[in-house]
């Protein structure tokens, strides 16, 4: 486009070089006006193209047709600023942050000239029909909220590409974007007309640009002139981690309500600042389905409303319409259920708004082109087209009921500020001393825009006790205890995230089926019945030391930190860093009036002499980073328990940590890890990849960690588990995840074994009854034997270092039906009982597995240890309580 003026520009050179040479030497001047007139704006007419000039196509800004190849991210951005430049009366960007790796996010919208003028206004005037502001986390206005008025544009918006390698929807994106701006020109011109009358549609072009360009950047290098549709061709075979995952390998469609990531906490951020009515998310499948649109299979959740689910059927409706004029298959009400609430279909649902999930078949293995079973070959080309037409079609039913929409919406929040779901209408939660799991907690409401305050006075009330799960006549509120009141625009989204039991239509789900963050958290929580106002009183502060050098008195004997959450691991590892020798009390003791648990850190300046009187400065100012309280003590004398150099004391050094990564271990559950170490302690891990086992210069390792695996076979060989055993026996510390201790189960050298069934006890005729299934009923049947993720509260030896810091009890997500007998030499640190099960689905063929079976176990092996983790302690980065369990793994076991 910036080419279009160039004929003209050409001839009316020519002609002035003819008058310079003919005309008289009285026009010179003016004529070298003109000349220079032209040079310089000549550019700033190509900028800003009239509405009647043609848009620039995808085609012709790529170079290529969309279907050809992928397109790496910065051009599908680039494309959003041309398309921008062309019309700014149409199309604002509003990038909103970057990713890991550097790369932009950005979200275009897209609207009439009209609304465009007036964007601003149309954000705020939603926030405030809802009764929530932008002005700080959790902020609720006391307007009333009012009617949206005729003209009120309802809000859609459209994310392209969360899983990177399912990457047809961002080359949808273009061709959306390009249909909605460019007028009558456009396939989908009178959708696009419609939807402009009624609505402003935020595109974001992709969710996940880190895991897009490294599947893009890999497939464009294996494809060659053409795409080989050839199904075990290498560019169908795609390398580990693959695309789908972020930079530390989430799975960033699991992230929306916790926002453990980077790029969902910006992301989010923006998605409360504008509180849209409609959100759609766009995925990929396996290569051999069809197309999957709305609506959902079931289980819905109970607090879906009536008109929620009512449009769900809209949306198929209208799909199912152009699919079937294009004769392309489809289906739907199967597999993509509405529960867990941290998906992009979900949790738009429960902030008001209606959403769903489009699922392509494709994914990383299509490419370009793939050869499928039946013999026909699926191209980008089509995957493109199913994308855009679904795109359309729910903007077109959208657009269809906007003003329902929008009253719907706006009644949503005025039920939820003045008549909550469910049955408690405030939530009490204790600190108990520990700060830090209390601040994590209020940073996920903060993120959430749920707010909070604080009792204010002392007082009894009945309630729910969340660990005895049992009603309490009367329950000790605190002045200080943080109070959530139900009554509040994000009341829904509240309960959710907080219900003790998630209520199940359908066991057949497609995720975890417990969630309650009372328990991810481990905090002492209370559900009342009675409405609480809560007081905006400021939150308690932890307490670090004065700094001593400065006021010339006499410097502490030591420095102690209670081993209790997060932000202790967060403190122990900063000073390690810091070359700082921290010891760990074995048992708990009492200085100076005051008690102390087992796993406090004692920071002694015995030991530390180096830094002399910067000592002090230095735990300072580590306690003030992660927000821990730290006492300083004059002396090392117990009153009760040991003293602070006897023997029993842990001496904790710096461990050296690596981390088995590559094929064979699942990428979400090694980037889990990863990301604990490298974001969360900001503590050095060396990712050393499965093949190259036999490079590991074991003397330099101290820790080896064994995330979930699909088959450690390929690289823990005879030969390699004996040089690892060996490096245990010299002091070495394997800690072994989910699968990868299943995999340990039974092998020459570790005590882990699973539970041998007693033949002697099963009724035979049971047993010949079982085997007579129905075809039909399989898939019901088969989650007889699982549990798709349910809680249990272990049981716990608290004296061991594996289980410093939870004297509260720990609940566990539990994953996988395991069923790993007590072990017969070692420490049974944590276990199940006969009833330890708290909520969600549990198959009836999985229940007793998980009764009277290890969890948590600690194999001495030499002078070294290994470790067995049942469960995945840092599963999706949101289950907090794990978090200082993996840290005692790391840190404590073994000293």
């Known amino acids: 486009m910036k080419y279009m ?66 397109t790496p991210h910065h051009q599908l951005l680039a494309y959003a ?78 994310s392209y590409n969360v899983h990177g390698n399912e990457a047809v929807s961002s080359e949808a994106f273009m061709e959306v974007l390009y249909e909605l701006v460019s007028g009558n020109s456009g396939r989908q011109s009178a959708v696009a007309q419609k939807v402009m009358n009624t609505s402003v549609v935020i595109l974001d072009p992709g969710l996940n640009p880190d895991g897009h360009d490294r599947y893009v950047n890999w497939y464009n290098q294996m494809m060659g002139r053409t795409a080989d549709p050839t199904p075990f061709a290498r560019e169908h075979t795609e390398p580990w981690p693959g695309g789908r995952f972020t930079h530390y390998l989430f799975d960033p469609n699991r992230d929306w309500a916790w926002q453990v990531q980077e790029t969902s906490q910006q992301r989010m951020a923006m998605y409360q600042h504008w509180m849209p009515h409609l959100h759609a998310d766009f995925h990929e499948m396996g290569v051999e389905n069809p197309y999957y649109f709305a609506p959902s299979a079931k289980p819905y959740h109970e607090d879906i409303t009536p008109f929620q689910r009512d449009f769900q059927q809209t949306i198929g409706k209208y799909s199912s319409r152009a699919f079937d004029k294009n004769g392309w298959l489809y289906y739907s009400r199967e597999r993509y259920d509405l529960l867990y609430p941290s998906y992009g279909d979900t949790y738009p649902t429960y902030n008001g708004a209606i959403g769903m999930t489009f699922e392509q078949g494709g994914g990383g293995r299509a490419g370009v082109a793939i050869r499928k079973a039946d013999g026909d070959t699926l191209t980008l080309r089509q995957r493109i087209d199913h994308h855009v037409a679904t795109s359309f079609a729910t903007l077109e039913a959208f657009s269809d009921r906007a003003p329902e929409v929008l009253t719907e919406f706006g009644r949503f929040f005025d039920d939820a500020r003045n008549k909550p779901i469910g049955a408690y209408k405030s939530y009490v939660i204790k600190a108990n001393g520990d700060l830090g799991r209390l601040k994590n907690l209020q940073l996920l409401l903060d993120r959430n825009k749920i707010s909070y305050g604080y009792a204010g006075k002392a007082q009894s009330l009945p309630g729910f006790n969340y660990n005895t799960r049992q009603n309490e006549k009367s329950v000790a509120i605190d002045a200080s205890d943080m109070v959530i009141s139900a009554y509040q625009p994000k009341s829904t989204l509240l309960k959710i995230l907080f219900e003790p039991t998630t209520t199940l239509e359908d066991s057949a789900t497609y995720d975890i089926t417990a969630w309650a963050m009372p328990y991810a958290y481990g905090l002492q ?46 403190m122990l590892a900063g000073l390690l860093n810091k070359k700082v020798k921290v010891r760990a009390a074995e048992k708990p ?58 023997g029993s004391n842990l001496s904790l050094k710096a461990p050296r940590v690596g981390l088995l990564v590559g094929d064979g271990t699942i990428p979400t559950a090694a980037g889990e890890v990863w990301h604990y170490f490298d974001r969360e302690l900001q503590y050095p891990i060396t990712l050393i990849d499965g093949n190259a086992l036999g490079n ?42 989910e699968r990868a201790a299943s995999f340990l ?35 019901r049947q088969a989650l007889s034997d699982d549990t798709p993720g349910s809680i249990y509260r272990l049981t716990l030896d608290t004296t061991h270092p594996l289980a410093f810091g939870l004297a509260d009890g720990y609940y566990s997500l539990v994953l996988n039906t395991f069923n790993f007998d007590f072990l017969k030499e070692g ?60 840290g005692n793994a790391v840190f404590m076991v073994g000293n």
């Open 827 to 886: 420490w049974n640190v944590g276990y199940l009982k006969t009833d330890n099960y708290v909520s969600g689905f549990v198959g009836k063929n999985a229940k007793p597995k998980l009764r009277n079976t290890l969890v948590l176990g600690v194999q001495d092996y030499g002078r070294g240890s290994v470790v067995y983790m049942a469960d995945d302690p840092l599963f999706r980065g949101f289950w907090y309580g794990g978090k200082l369990l993996f």
């Open 696 to 737: 590991v210069t074991w003397s330099e390792l101290d820790v080896l960690i064994l995330p979930s695996n699909y088959n450690y076979g390929k690289f823990l060989n005879e030969r390699t588990l004996s040089a690892i055993k060996t490096w245990i026996q010299a002091g070495g510390k394997l800690i072994a995840l």
């Open 745 to 779: 189960a039974g092998k020459d050298g570790f005590n882990l074994k699973e539970k041998k069934e007693d033949e002697s006890k099963k009724d035979k005729k049971t047993a010949t009854v079982d085997s007579l299934k129905i075809y039909g009923d399989r898939e």
């Open 525 to 570: 929580t209370y559900g009342l019945t009675t409405r609480l106002t809560p007081t905006p009183a400021n939150a308690p502060q932890v307490s670090v030391p004065v700094n001593q050098s400065a006021t010339n008195t006499t410097q502490p004997y030591a420095y102690l930190v209670r081993w209790q959450s997060m932000p202790s691991v967060q």
């Open 589 to 646: 003791f009492e200085v100076e009036g005051k008690t102390y648990p087992t796993g406090t850190l004692l920071i002694t300046r015995t030991g530390n002499e180096r830094f002399g009187n910067q000592l002090n400065a230095l735990v300072q100012a580590e306690a003030a980073r992660v927000g821990v309280d730290v006492t300083p003590v004059q002396t090392g004398f117990a009153t009760k328990g040991s003293d602070f150099g006897s």
């Open 5 to 70: 003026f160039m004929p003209l520009y050409t001839l009316f050179l020519r002609e002035l070089a003819f008058l310079y040479f003919f005309c008289c030497m009285k026009h010179l001047l003016s004529i070298t006006s003109v000349l220079v007139t032209l040079l310089f704006v000549q550019p700033t007419l190509a900028q800003t193209q009239p509405a009647s000039a043609s848009l620039t196509s995808p085609v012709q800004f790529l170079g290529y047709e969309p279907g050809e190849r992928f």
């Open 81 to 158: 600023q041309e398309v921008a430049r062309q019309r700014p009366n149409r199309v604002k960007l509003m990038p909103y942050g970057k990713t890991y790796e550097g790369r932009q996010l950005m979200l275009v919208v897209v609207a009439s000239e009209a609304n465009l003028n007036r964007l601003e206004a149309i954000r705020t005037n939603n926030l405030n029909r809802i009764g929530l502001s932008d002005d700080k986390p959790g902020t609720v206005t006391t307007s009333a909220t009012t009617a949206p008025g005729s003209t009120t544009p309802a809000i859609a918006w459209l």
